[in-house]
Nanobody, 125 residues
Framework: QVQLVESGGGLVQAGGSLRLSCAAS????????MGWFRRAPGKEREFVAA????????YYADSVKGRFTISRDNAKNTVYLQMNSLKPEDTAVYYC??????????????????WGQGTQVTVSS
């Protein structure tokens, strides 16, 4: 079972940047498709970005495309989410998860398990 710990959240002004990190335990990290989701107050958890095992393929929600970049360092068992040009609507708790359902289900929350505890991102206007 992979255990995940997110970090890097905080309070930032609109237009600013943050980089989130998700550190994973376990030897199977390099074989795992990974993803970032977020949950805003009163809303369902929604897909943000995903990356395949070797980083060859990445996927983004339309709302973050061109602003966010997902990457991974398998030597460090870590996946990152670089967030630029942040907007108040990006305010949410951000979670990383391991995709057990296969790369075709990268945007499906139910395909993911081993969620971390989340990290709060707050963007002020």
């Amino acid at each position: 079972q992979v255990q995940l710990v997110e970090s890097g959240g905080g309070l930032v002004q609109a237009g600013g940047s943050l980089r989130l990190s998700c550190a994973a335990s376990g030897r199977s990290f390099s074989y795992a498709d990974m993803g970032w989701f977020r949950r805003a107050p009163g809303k369902e958890r929604e897909f943000v970005a995903a990356i395949t095992t070797n980083g060859a393929s990445t996927y983004y929600a339309d709302s973050v495309k061109g602003r966010f970049t997902i990457s991974r360092d398998n030597a460090k068992n870590t996946v990152y989410l670089q967030m630029n040009s942040l907007k108040p609507e990006d305010t949410a708790v951000y979670y990383c998860g391991r995709n057990y359902g296969g790369s075709a289900y990268y945007a499906v929350s139910g395909a993911y398990t081993s969620w971390g505890q989340g990290t709060q991102v707050t963007v002020s206007s």
